[in-house]
């Protein structure tokens, strides 16, 4: 069964430094999308960034970046000048990539940035 | 456009009843999962329905149950609620499995609590 783990429940960073967000998941598929989503507190979650597993090439949407390693089934976010916004909880996330299977969400990290 | 929208946004029930909880996806999305998230169980995934049928089911009980309509609106039910049944219950709609890299709109949330 597919899984998705991110070992720092917490982090903080300061304001304009750079942090980066770590997950790793299990699977044995090829071909796959993973995610991540950013849930600010008492807002809607948001798409982040997207990255398909046969791309090699990093996504990247602004500030934020990803270090996609597949044969090492880790998918890291780096934020880049984080701003007070960039608080919320940040899930990662994965899915086949094929029709009526379910997203697996990691347990979230709680990102604070300190001012 | 219209965001995804549920409804009610707030719910408190006793042990035993039922309920029922609304999701409008975005106009033109004819794909909606829903998701129960909890702080120790995180975010599981409940079902998910695609023109009127459902395509993918967690591992829920019988008690959960859903439905679509003609207009991609969709409900979901709980029966005999149980206090474990206390958390956020997300709605996400996407325009159809596969397009659009497989992303998710989520709404607000329905936060359910059993008493």
């Known amino acids: 069964a597919q899984t998705v783990t991110q070992s720092q429940p917490e982090m903080s960073v300061q304001e304009a430094e750079t942090v980066t967000l770590s997950c790793t998941y299990d699977t044995s598929e090829s071909d796959y999308y993973l995610f991540w989503y950013k849930q600010p507190p008492s807002r809607q979650m948001i798409l982040v960034i997207r990255?398909?597993?046969?791309?090699?090439q990093n996504a990247t949407e602004n500030r934020f970046s990803v270090n996609f390693q597949k044969a090492a089934k880790s998918f890291s976010l780096k934020i880049s000048d984080s701003q007070l916004g960039d608080a919320a909880m940040y899930f990662c996330a994965y899915r086949r990539a094929t029709s009526y299977d379910k997203v697996i969400f990691g347990p979230g990290t709680s990102l604070s940035v300190i001012p | 456009k219209a965001g995804v929208t549920q409804t009610p946004r707030y719910l408190i029930k006793t042990r035993g009843q039922q309920v029922t909880l609304s999701c409008s996806p975005i106009?033109?999305?004819?794909?909606v999962s829903w998701y129960q998230q909890t702080p120790g169980q995180g975010l599981q995934f409940l079902f998910e329905?695609?023109?009127?049928?459902?395509?993918n089911k967690g591992n829920f009980p019988g008690r959960f149950s859903g439905r679509q309509f003609s207009n991609s609106r969709s409900e979901m039910n709980v029966s005999t609620l149980e206090l474990g049944d206390s958390a956020l219950y997300l709605c996400a709609s996407s325009v159809s499995p596969g397009l659009q890299g497989w992303e998710q709109f989520f709404g607000p949330g329905t936060r359910l609590t059993v008493l």
């Open positions: 329905y695609f023109s009127e049928t459902q395509r």
């Open positions: 990255q398909e597993a046969y791309k090699q």
């Open positions: 106009s033109g999305h004819r794909s």
